[in-house]
């Protein structure tokens, strides 16, 4: 409707159109699946906006900056066709003549600011649907620009014509007469399409079909014309001296139809309605179609039924040798043999696929990659002046070997570095496989050097560039013999490192010659595992999350994981399943002869354990500050500098050698001095200044000086680690000769000087400060009964207790005696030692030697003593302790068994039977006496051996825990409590149960004989023999069994003693076997 209709409307009929507008505008936009709860909101939002007052008075300008200000974000966000096209449809709406008829001034800006505040969020919805608004932009700016061209009225003439039967006749005819009819306005469209597309169709004057409708009946023109081209070309041999055909490729002649205009109108069709957001993205499966790749490329070079032949560079016979070759064959074998011609190609484009080879080895025209991925030369190809076979030999002994190792170190780089099949990255072999791709880089560098250089059309030719790529072919053959020999196919992690480091060791040795890239090589590959050795050092921590180091925490068999684990780390060498495989077997028993592997080892179980203690008692830190190793570098750079200084004894300084470094600063030497006296003379004068604020004023300028001085010499300290190309160009710029075992010579000084300083701090810390030798003698006091003095009581109350059957086995009873006791000569290693019932069934018997069975003493020591005194030599300790109780209480019990005296019996008087009766008891307590008392002896012997003088002969942790393991053996075997010696054991307890016997005996003598007793008879008659009562004990008696029972009991320990001594070569044992064999009775 005009403006001039609308101007004399009503409100309400301008409204009611408004609304009608308004809706249909709603519609087209947000699509018709809109609900009409939402349609009223929209339009309760449009209404907003129009009756918005600043819309009917807008200024050009602020209009101008918020359109500016939109196309500018636009660009910012990569996204600049979008801001061109709202920048041009907004100068097309402004300046459309229509607005200067309007009643309203600036009505188009108003238009315009309506529409840009009608935007929602248009950078965001771009950014989601950029396909889409894509579209939208082409469909809208095509839209635009046909409006802007009439349409063309249909020539009368063109619809009687049949364009099909014309164009069949014959399409390439010219003109006809009754193309001089065309009206000038044609003409003038054929003079802009001749200068377009450069040839013109004469039936072109006459068309005002659509290009889509011409394109379709040329199409059907052309099916039916059978053109016959042929699809090789053979060059003719030369006759009489004289050359053959030249044969030429033409590129194919492009044949436009329409302008480029009507081509960008025709490619945008007509977008469908706009759809509201979908819950979900609907993705299209993509089918993989492999003639798309050939149809693109020149494929057609390699393939069999095609043959390509090269235009020779000069008219040389040689130059095509290729082809005559076996043409001149052909021609002289009388038909008997057909030598095929073989496809050439030019040199260049031979490097070019030479050097695509190396970056991505593919089938192509010279070379063909098979399923097991190796690469052969293809058969019957070649260059124009080489035969195919003196080509392929070529290839195969020059660049296949190069290209197959290049495959071999780019598969083996991927396989060490990216993840596969959820496996994790091993840091050894990443750092192995870095270093072999720095080594490659060089080579990479020289190809695309000589590319590069193809590419200037220098000359170039196959044989320049093996000649220029040798050194870096053999390179890369010793880059994969190396990694074949390093690298294990499958095993666990640590023994796929341990192997690889071994491996690269043996090829450092002297005789191998390329020695310096196997030290390249094993440094870089020791950065993880120095790495892993910085962590014991400094945090005393085992920081291998992926299992590839040599040893590994474990908790013992018996020991609460939940508890023990947390208080000591347990350390060993790591070990293979069972599962593995019998070749991973053989190799891990052949990496114990390696010497890089062991010293390793060795510092790797000493160090821990060192590191791990300091820790736990809180002196790492003060050991990392005495040794000043608390700011050092790390071990890298340790080895990386120390592998260095090892080679100067060859006489050569390398490229970064202190030597270097002080020439390049003795010239500012003596300046840093005078700089440096000057600022401590201005601090010293200041020194009295006592506001902090006021000295800080003064001395800030220096301090900022010495802060800047001293920074680069930290910079310069903590260097990098290197690339595995510098230490190759450092190793050769150091010495051409052999060098002999550095790399292992450098990390043992190293590691050992650290092993000494942190052994050295440890010993004196557990000698002087923590007072290991305080704790061992407690032990020795307590467990073996060096104090007996103080624990008789103790003991000899507990042996009453339980033989009376008492409830002897109460803990807080038994802990508070024990702590009475040991408070006055112990106090601060009293209230450590406690008593544990281990058995309540043996606790119930009134067997003194089986109910201290029951019982163990238990210490809370230190956590340095915890690492010396494990839970096993403390088992140790009170095995010895209830062997020792067991013997006092056979010694205290036949001591105290007091001489039967009868009454009123003359002592110089003939014995008579009942006085030899008790005469016997007397003399069987003898026996069993000496018995006792020498396995007692010997018992006191052994013990007597000291620990805590040898601790100072320790040099580190792991040698003095070692020292008491000997120790604890050497208790263990002397007092007979391994397994070797059960059967003596076992006897023993049949003695110790005589010894129990022959009380009960004793006491039933006594009950019968002694008048003192509260059991003894009233005998009234003088003569004992007559006495019912006595006769009847000397017919109940069990004295003969008891002293058959020792005899056999002291045999059987003879015999065993013997054996022991003179068959196990036990010789310890000597002095007991002596006196036990020497008093046998029989």
């Not at 020999?485 to 690889?500: D, E």
Request: charged share 20%; aromatic share 8%.
């Amino acid at each position: 409707m005009s403006d001039k209709a609308t101007a004399h409307m009503s409100t309400d009929a301008r409204n009611a159109l408004i609304t009608d507008h308004l809706q249909k505008l709603i519609k087209s936009v947000a699509g018709p699946n809109i609900t009409p709860k939402q349609q009223r909101h929209l339009e309760q939002i449009a209404r907003k906006h129009i009756r918005h007052p600043n819309f009917l008075s807008t200024k050009s300008h602020e209009v101008t900056q918020t359109l500016n200000a939109l196309v500018d974000r636009f660009q910012q966000e990569n996204m600049a066709p979008f801001g061109q096209a709202i920048k041009e449809l907004s100068t097309k709406l402004v300046e459309d003549p229509a607005w200067q008829d309007h009643d309203q001034t600036d009505v188009q800006w108003s238009l315009l600011d309506f529409l840009l505040s009608m935007t929602n969020a248009p950078i965001q919805n771009v950014r989601r649907n950029r396909q889409q608004m894509d579209q939208c932009r082409l469909s809208a700016l095509a839209a635009v620009e046909a409006s802007t061209y009439q349409a063309v009225v249909p020539n009368i003439v063109e619809a009687d014509t049949d364009w099909v039967s014309l164009l069949s006749e014959d399409f390439l005819e010219g003109p006809t007469p009754g193309d001089s009819s065309d009206t000038q306005e044609e003409q003038s469209e054929e003079s802009d399409a001749h200068e377009i597309s450069g040839s013109v169709c004469p039936e072109d004057l006459k068309t005002t079909l659509k290009p889509k409708d011409m394109a379709n009946v040329y199409k059907n023109a052309m099916n039916n014309v059978n053109p016959c081209v042929e699809k090789t070309y053979v060059p003719e041999l030369a006759r009489s001296g004289k050359s053959g055909r030249s044969f030429q490729i033409n590129a194919p002649i492009n044949l436009a139809l329409v302008s480029p205009i009507e081509i960008r109108s025709r490619n945008f069709v007509p977008l469908p309605p706009l759809q509201p957001p979908q819950l979900f993205t609907q993705h299209t499966q993509s089918v993989r179609d492999e003639n798309v790749l050939p149809q693109l490329i020149h494929s057609h070079w390699w393939r069999h039924d095609i043959q390509i032949h090269t235009k020779p560079p000069d008219s040389d016979p040689l130059s095509n040798f290729a082809i005559s070759y076996p043409q001149f064959l052909n021609k002289y074998s009388l038909g008997l043999v057909h030598y095929p011609l073989p496809n050439t190609t030019t040199e260049r484009c031979l490097i070019r696929e030479i050097l695509f080879m190396f970056v991505s080895p593919v089938s192509c025209c010279f070379f063909v990659v098979d399923e097991e991925r190796r690469i052969h030369v293809r058969q019957n190809v070649s260059i124009c002046s080489v035969t195919a076979e003196g080509l392929k030999g070529t290839l195969e002994a020059e660049l296949v070997p190069a290209l197959e190792d290049m495959m071999q170190l780019r598969q083996t780089v991927d396989k060490l570095t990216l993840r596969q099949n959820g496996e994790n990255i091993i840091g050894t072999l990443e750092c192995f496989a870095n270093g072999l791709r720095d080594l490659v880089r060089p080579i990479k560098k020289a190809l695309l050097a000589y590319e590069e250089r193809m590419l200037s059309e220098e000359p170039v030719s196959l044989i320049h560039f093996i000649r220029h790529m040798n050194k870096h072919f053999r390179m890369l053959q010793l880059l994969r013999f190396v990694s074949s020999k390093a690298v294990l196919p499958s095993g666990p992690p640590h023994l796929m490192c341990a192997y690889l480091l071994s491996q690269l060791y043996q090829q450092t040795q002297l005789h191998v010659p390329h020695q310096k890239l196997a030290i390249a090589l094993l440094l870089v590959s020791l950065n993880t595992y120095c790495n892993i050795f910085d962590g014991l050092w400094r945090r005393a921590k085992l920081e291998d999350r992926q299992a590839q180091f040599i040893v590994e925490r474990w908790v013992p068999e018996g020991e609460d994981a939940t508890g023990e684990w947390e208080a000591r780390v347990h350390i060993r060498q790591r070990r293979l399943e069972e599962e593995e495989s019998e070749e991973n077997h053989q190799l891990f028993k052949k990496l114990h002869s390696c010497p890089f592997y062991r010293l390793l080892l060795e510092h790797s179980l000493t160090s821990i354990e060192t590191q791990d203690l300091l820790a736990s008692v809180n002196l790492l830190g003060d050991m990392l500050a005495t040794t000043n190793e608390n700011n050092s570098r790390s071990l890298y750079e340790e080895l990386h500098a120390q592998l260095f200084v090892q080679l100067r004894v060859y006489g050569r300084p390398t490229q970064q050698s202190d030597g270097d470094t002080q020439m390049a600063n003795s010239h500012t030497g003596k300046e840093q001095s005078e700089q440096k006296a000057f600022e401590q003379k201005v601090l010293n004068s200041v020194g009295t200044i006592r506001n902090p604020d006021l000295l800080a004023l003064l001395t800030q300028p220096i301090t900022k000086k010495q802060q800047e001085r001293d920074k680069p010499q930290d910079q310069q300290r903590r260097q990098p680690p290197v690339q595995a190309v510098q230490v190759l160009e450092r190793l050769e710029s150091a010495t051409r000769l052999q060098v002999k075992d550095v790399m292992s010579e450098a990390l043992r000084e190293i590691l050992l000087r650290r092993q000494s300083l942190a052994n050295m701090f440890a010993i004196k810390a557990m000698t002087v400060d923590l007072q290991l030798g305080e704790s061992a003698r407690f032990l020795r006091h307590v467990l073996l009964l060096e104090a007996d003095h103080l624990l008789r009581p103790y003991y000899t109350r507990l042996f009453r207790d339980i033989e009376a059957g008492l409830s002897w086995a109460q803990v807080s009873v038994l802990n508070m005696e024990l702590y009475e006791l040991l408070m006055p000569q112990y106090a601060q290693m009293a209230g450590r030692a406690s008593v544990r019932i281990v058995s309540q069934v043996r606790s119930t018997s009134t067997k003194v030697y089986e109910a201290v069975e029951a019982i163990e003493l238990v210490f809370d020591f230190f956590e340095h003593v915890q690492r010396i005194v494990t839970p096993s030599n403390l088992q140790t300790y009170n095995a010895v302790w209830r062997l020792m109780l067991k013997v006092k209480w056979a010694a205290w019990k036949l001591e105290n068994m007091v001489f039967i005296r009868r009454p009123h019996r003359d002592m110089y008087k003939p014995l008579d039977m009942l006085g030899l009766t008790v005469r016997r008891l007397e003399i069987l307590r003898f026996w069993l006496m000496y018995l006792i008392n020498s396995l007692h002896t010997h018992i006191m012997q052994v013990v007597s051996h000291q620990f805590e003088p040898q601790i100072a002969k320790c040099h580190n942790i792991r040698e003095l825990s070692s020292l008491h393991e000997q120790y604890m053996l050497l208790l263990s075997s002397h007092c007979l409590l391994t397994e070797e010696t059960a059967a003596f054991r076992i006897a023993l307890e049949q003695l110790f149960h005589v010894v129990f016997v022959l009380d009960l005996e004793w006491t039933s003598c006594s009950s019968y004989l002694v008048d003192s007793h509260p059991l003894a008879l009233d005998v009234s008659s003088d003569d004992d023999e007559d006495n019912p009562k006595c006769l009847q004990y000397l017919a109940l008696n069990q004295v003969v069994e008891i002293e058959m029972t020792y005899i056999r009991c002291h045999q059987t320990l003879a015999e065993i003693l013997n054996n022991l001594v003179y068959k196990h070569d036990h010789h310890f044992l000597t002095a007991l076997e002596s006196a036990i064999n020497t008093s046998v009775p029989y």
